[in-house]
């Protein structure tokens, strides 16, 4: 069975640091690409860190310098570590593996785990 599990949101005040984790399971990965999406109520969902398929990172605007995209292999883990979070950072954040990464070609999301920031 095909899982992308989502762990590590909640609650925190502004400046304050959470590590979300995404265990991938069920499926052969075929290259490094795996990316962190979120979405805040009333906007469109958009990429917060990601791994290309060379295992390079990107970053959104939004969250340069602050967020660090990292992954464990050997547990099929991809971590987001999110620090001197912001209030604009509430959002649920969604793990993804986009279709070129899988030798079935399908494109697989995570049940997203909700990050809320107190200002």
């Known amino acids: 069975q095909v899982q992308l599990v989502e762990s590590g949101g909640g609650l925190v005040q502004a400046g304050g640091s959470l590590r979300l984790s995404c265990t991938a399971s069920?499926?052969?990965?075929?290259?490094?690409?795996m990316s962190w999406y979120r979405q805040a109520p009333g906007k469109q969902r958009e990429m917060v860190a990601a791994?290309?398929?060379?295992?390079?990172?990107n970053y959104g605007d939004s969250v340069k310098g602050r967020f660090t995209i990292s992954r464990d292999n050997a547990k099929n883990t991809v971590y987001l570590t999110m620090n001197v979070l912001k209030p604009e950072d509430t959002a649920v954040y969604y793990c993804?593996?986009?279709?070129?990464?899988?030798?079935?070609?399908?494109?697989?999301w995570g049940q997203g785990t909700q990050v809320t920031v107190s200002s």
């Open positions: 069920g499926f052969r990965f075929r290259s490094n690409a």
């Open positions: 791994f290309t398929s060379g295992g390079s990172t």
């Open positions: 993804n593996v986009p279709g070129s990464a899988t030798w079935s070609g399908l494109e697989y």
